[in-house]
């Protein structure tokens, strides 16, 4: 399956709405995101952890997907760093809840990783799989104009995981999150009735 991996802009704590707000663009792609990462860094002290997570959780309001948060340059804490990282985390989300930040209800376990020893790599690899969604359809539609702007739009959305022609039809394979995979099948056997 395609993937797109974008750094939106991080949210920082301490900046006045005002400026939240002309992040936007960022903002919007994280709620838009079939699986976003809020990555925090373990290393900072637990308030400035903490009205990072407020501020960013806030300004993200909610997202379409999961959200992993990873808590970042843990080779630079000990064990009772990285306890005081997830208690602020686990504080700034029981604080929140769903009503000031529906965010709240996406968010997954928190993810403790280095990229200087690679520790918890793997881990978050795994996080972002499992997040990620997982709805497949098959349609095979008889091809044409229709049917490749249909396509096009499939493509456009990353859901295309194949396309196989025949003759005067194609079968395509679609993965991906599940609104999205059924809204390109609708557009798909909208545009050219199967054979």
Same mark, same amino acid.
Not at 12 to 38: K, Q
Not at 82 to 87: M, P
Not at 95 to 112: I, K, M, N, T, Y
């Given at each position: 399956?395609?993937?797109?991996?974008?750094?939106?802009?991080g949210?920082l704590?301490?900046?006045?709405?005002?400026?939240?707000?002309?992040?936007?663009?960022?903002?919007?792609?994280?709620?838009?995101?079939?699986?976003?990462?809020?990555?925090?860094?373990?290393?900072?002290?637990?308030?400035?952890?903490?009205?990072?997570?407020?501020?960013?959780?806030?300004?993200?309001? @909610?997202? *379409?997907?999961? !959200? &992993?948060?990873?808590?970042?340059?843990?080779? #630079?804490?000990? $064990?009772?760093? +990285? =306890?005081?990282?997830?208690?602020?985390?686990?504080?700034?989300?029981?604080?929140l809840?769903?009503?000031?930040?529906?965010?709240?209800?996406?968010?997954?376990?928190?993810?403790?990783?280095?990229?200087?020893?690679?520790?918890?790599?793997?881990?978050?690899?795994?996080?972002?799989?499992?997040?990620?969604?997982?709805?497949?359809?098959?349609?095979?539609?008889?091809?044409?104009?229709?049917?490749?702007?249909?396509?096009?739009? @499939?493509? *456009?959305?990353? !859901? &295309?995981?194949?396309?196989?022609?025949?003759? #005067?039809?194609? $079968?395509?394979? +679609? =993965?991906?999150?599940p609104?999205?995979?059924?809204?390109?099948?609708?557009?798909?056997?909208?545009?050219?009735?199967?054979?």
């Amino acid at each position: 399956r395609r993937t797109l991996i974008t750094d939106a802009v991080g949210v920082l704590g301490g900046l006045p709405h005002g400026a939240v707000r002309s992040f936007r663009a960022a903002i919007d792609a994280v709620r838009a995101a079939d699986c976003a990462l809020l990555v925090v860094d373990a290393s900072d002290d637990p308030a400035a952890l903490r009205r990072k997570l407020s501020a960013s959780l806030s300004a993200i309001e @909610a997202t *379409d997907g999961p !959200v &992993v948060p990873v808590l970042s340059k843990v080779d #630079e804490v000990d $064990a009772d760093g +990285l =306890a005081s990282a997830v208690e602020a985390y686990e504080t700034v989300v029981a604080e929140l809840g769903p009503r000031d930040a529906p965010v709240a209800d996406a968010l997954r376990s928190p993810v403790p990783v280095s990229v200087r020893d690679e520790s918890g790599l793997g881990d978050l690899a795994d996080a972002v799989a499992d997040a990620l969604p997982t709805a497949t359809a098959t349609v095979e539609v008889q091809n044409g104009g229709d049917a490749q702007a249909a396509l096009s739009w @499939a493509y *456009d959305r990353a !859901v &295309v995981a194949g396309v196989e022609y025949g003759g #005067e039809t194609m $079968a395509v394979d +679609l =993965a991906g999150r599940p609104d999205v995979v059924a809204e390109a099948e609708r557009r798909l056997r909208g545009a050219g009735s199967p054979p």
